[in-house]
Every structure is written in structure tokens, then in C-alpha cells.
């Protein structure tokens, strides 16, 4: 399988997948945001030229969260998911989708606002909204977590997409001071061997 990967992206959560499971895979490495992104030929892949991709033979297939499950679901031999009858399984499938779905989206929002926008297009009042809003949804992980050392008890798939998203606010500024379950989980995270070569490809 063959990984289209930047640093400090979502792709990270794949290659952190490939590494727990001790899969060999290979990448193509970007620099985030370079115009080789924006190739008619990696458009073919990525209509628009984003990362993660994955090629796996004639398969293509973009969305962080799909990769994952589309990996997980090809190499069942693995204890990333808990069982569906396990009381586990329903917050496993909640923090695996409140990545993109929840924590994302504002995020999303500052980084355009802070990063890509010059400061005479940005909107102080949509960084001020964002950033409120990313609190909160931090604050649900911070409680969630209180006595949990990962998302669904073990480490599962949903700690590499929600864990994931919550590495790269921290990255990003967000204010987690007054949440110190948080910050131990980013710690317990990005202590893990298969997240630093994940991060450093
Ligand atoms: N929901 C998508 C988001 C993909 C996405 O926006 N990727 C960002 C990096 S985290 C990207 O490639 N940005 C480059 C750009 O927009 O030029 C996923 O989870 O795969």
C-alpha cells in the first residue's frame, strides 16, 4: 500500500496506524500546502489535492477515517477495534467519527482565519467563535477521559483519529491549561513509539 503523506497532517494518523500494527507500507512524502499537491496527477488521486491518499493496487481511497477502517477491516488479526458486542464498541465508534466531526471543524476554521489568510482578510470574530467552540469540544474529550487512559478504555483505532486531532490543537495553541486529563492523554499519545516515526516520516 502506498501512502500519500505531509508531516503535521491527518496523514500522520495512517502511517501511526501502520506502525502499531508493524505493516510495511510506502509514501509519498509533501511538504503541506506545496504546489506538487495541487499536480493534475495527484488530482486524479485526490480531486483535491489533499493527504491522506492511499493506493492499494487498483484502490484509491481518500478520508482519513476511511483509510483507517479500510486498513483495519483488510488485517482483521489486530485489537484496534473492540468487539461490536463489547460494551465498549459504541464509544469506540463515537470518538473514532468526533475527529472530523466535532473537533476538526473549528480547527479548520483557525487555521484559515490565523495561518492562511493575510491578517487583512482574517475575521476576529470567526477566530473568537472557533476558538470558544474548540474548547468545548475539547472539554468533552478532557471529561470523557477522567479515569480512562484512552478513548474506548485499551488504545483503539478511535485514539488515532480523536488522539490525533487532539495533538494537533495542542499544536495549535489551544488552551488546555485548565485540562490536565487532556494533557497526560497527549502525553500517554505522543509517547508512543509508533506516533513519533509516524510523525517524523
Ligand atoms: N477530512 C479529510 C481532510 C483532509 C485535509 O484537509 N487534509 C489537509 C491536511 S490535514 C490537507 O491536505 N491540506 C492541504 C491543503 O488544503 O492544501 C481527512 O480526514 O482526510
Redo the contacts with the bound molecule.
Keep these: 500500500m502506498k501512502l500519500y503523506y505531509?508531516r503535521?497532517?491527518?496523514?500522520v494518523?495512517v502511517a501511526w496506524l501502520f506502525e502499531e500494527l508493524g505493516l510495511s507500507y510506502k509514501i509519498q512524502k509533501f511538504d503541506?500546502?506545496a504546489q506538487e499537491?495541487?499536480s493534475p496527477e495527484y488530482k486524479k488521486l485526490h480531486p483535491?489535492?489533499?493527504?491522506?491518499t492511499l493506493e492499494d493496487g487498483s484502490i484509491t481511497i481518500?478520508?482519513?477515517?476511511a483509510?483507517i477502517q479500510y486498513i483495519l477491516e483488510k488485517n482483521k488479526n489486530h485489537k484496534l477495534i473492540p468487539s461490536s458486542d463489547d460494551e465498549k464498541y459504541a464509544n469506540y465508534l463515537q470518538w473514532f467519527h468526533y475527529a472530523?466531526g466535532m473537533i476538526?471543524p473549528p480547527m479548520?476554521i483557525i487555521v484559515v482565519e490565523t495561518i492562511l489568510l493575510p491578517p487583512e482578510r482574517s475575521n476576529e470574530t470567526n477566530v473568537k467563535r472557533a476558538t470558544k467552540l474548540l474548547g468545548q469540544m475539547l472539554s468533552a474529550v478532557d471529561h470523557h477521559l477522567v479515569g480512562r487512559d484512552y478513548l474506548a478504555g485499551e488504545f483503539s483505532a478511535a485514539d488515532l483519529m480523536t488522539g490525533h486531532a487532539v495533538v494537533m490543537a495542542s499544536k495549535l495553541g489551544a488552551d488546555i491549561s485548565d485540562k490536565p486529563t487532556l494533557q497526560t492523554y497527549i502525553q500517554r499519545l505522543t509517547d508512543r513509539p509508533a506516533f513519533k516515526k509516524a510523525s517524523n516520516l
Design positions: 505531509a503535521n497532517s491527518r496523514a494518523r503541506l500546502g499537491m495541487r483535491m489535492g489533499r493527504v491522506p481518500f478520508e482519513s477515517g483509510i472530523e476538526m479548520n
